[in-house]
């Protein structure tokens, strides 16, 4: 009787080193994993796989020797399934990576950049009336107004390289620029309308954001090519996005769920949408898992792929000029295409200005460069860039 409590308790204490060493060992790995980036579906295999193994010796320690056998084939055939469900998501992930993708990482930079050989900025058919040569004022803003802002200072600021990462002409997304113009980094960001909380933030700073308008353009939504839907109306958007319709089929469409992607807080095009939904509390967005910085998995807001069923947004010209997407179509809203003329003519019902926008700035030129931003030839700019100027006469 002794001689068995004794072996119990050794079988016990065993138990407790092996499961001890088998977590250690698991957290390690998870741990290592985590660093490198591996998705939350294989760290979570990671762990399954630790607690069945610590699971596994446990048994093996109590359970008779006739019945090694059978453990010794299950714990094969947990291994073979795990093997088999880790494939089938690398497979599946493929797949999904292989979806076109419609996001600011598409645009090359380098073609919209000042006074670079081979540039796409529009040109002023005569020389600049306003030329700056010293206190530049520092411009940020938007992903999509790069390409105009860019042109602005190709016509006035003294000719030299402008990194669009650091210079005085950069370009790092409307929720960035906005901190930026807060925090005095920047003079000038052009973008669209800032959010609540960009506007509570600059409160808070004791600033105050003046917003002036120097152009028109079309918030746009848009399709996968295949999909048979070509417009919605204003209140089925709403319906769509606050998830009241959920299927392609109560639009016209096909029997399809409707994936209905949306930009991170703070962007442009997702205070658009705020906007435009007057109250109704936006559906939860669908999201991916990015690595950090710092290494690890973090979830964001997912960018738009072209799944057959999805619906995405953005501005006219940032998803027609910038991304020259043929695999996306544009939607018809309220029975109105997005273009120019539906823009000047105020037909179409998702036309909004974009702004200057200012937080005090006590440098001398940035009035000069507004003021000269709403002449004749600013206007040109905005016109001849893709965009709508304010002087829809011209």
């Known amino acids: 009787m002794a001689k068995q409590a004794g072996e119990i308790i050794v079988k016990i204490i065993l138990s407790i080193a092996a499961v001890c060493g088998i977590a250690f060992a698991g957290l390690v790995i998870y741990g290592f994993t985590a660093l490198m980036g591996i998705d939350q579906f294989n760290s ?16 093996f320690m109590f359970i008779t020797s006739r019945l090694h056998r059978i453990l010794r084939w299950s714990l094969l055939g947990i291994i073979i399934i795990a093997a088999l469900a880790s494939a089938g998501h690398e497979v599946w992930k493929a797949y999904y ?21 081979g540039s796409k900025l529009a040109e002023l058919s005569e020389p600049s009336s306003l030329k700056l040569t010293s206190e530049l004022p520092r411009l940020d803003g938007a992903t999509a107004l790069y390409p105009l802002y860019a042109a602005f200072a190709q016509a006035v600021y003294p000719e030299r390289e402008y990194s669009y990462k650091d210079s005085e002409v950069m370009v790092n997304t409307t929720p960035e620029a906005y901190k930026n113009l807060i925090e005095g980094k920047v003079d000038l960001i052009f973008a669209a309308a800032p959010s609540e909380p960009q506007k509570a933030a600059a409160r808070r700073n004791g600033l105050e954001l003046k917003l002036t ?23 089925q958007l709403l319906g769509i996005y606050s998830g009241e319709i959920t299927n392609w089929s109560e639009v016209g469409g096909e029997n399809k769920e409707i994936r209905a992607f949306q930009r991170p807080e703070g962007s442009g095009s997702q205070t658009m949408l705020q906007k435009i939904m007057e109250g109704r509390e936006l559906a939860e967005a669908p999201s991916e898992d990015v ?27 940032y998803a027609t000029e910038m991304v020259r997407n043929g695999d996306i179509r544009l939607l018809e ?19 909004s200005e974009f ?3 200012t937080a005090g700035s006590d440098n001398p030129n940035v009035d000069k460069l507004i ?22 006469g011209r």
């Open 44 to 59: 979570a295999l990671i762990l399954i796989g630790t607690g069945a193994a610590a699971i596994f010796v446990i048994l």
């Open 97 to 117: 990576n292989s979806i076109p993708v419609v996001s600011d990482q598409e645009v090359d930079m380098d073609h919209y950049m000042p006074f670079r050989e």
């Open 213 to 235: 308008p120097i152009g028109r353009e079309a918030f746009v939504f848009f399709v996968n090519a295949d999909n048979p839907v070509e417009g919605l109306t204003t209140e």
């Open 291 to 317: 690595v950090s910085g710092m290494g690890g998995i973090i979830q964001r807001t997912a960018d738009y792929r072209n799944h057959k069923n999805a619906l995405g947004f953005s501005f006219l010209f």
């Open 333 to 351: 809203m309220d029975g109105v295409t997005p273009n120019r003329m539906t823009i000047v003519n105020g037909d179409y019902p998702l036309a």
């Open 355 to 357: 702004y200057a926008v």
């Open 371 to 392: 003021e000269w931003i709403l002449s004749p030839q600013g206007q040109e700019l905005i016109e001849k860039t893709g965009y709508t100027p304010l002087q829809s």
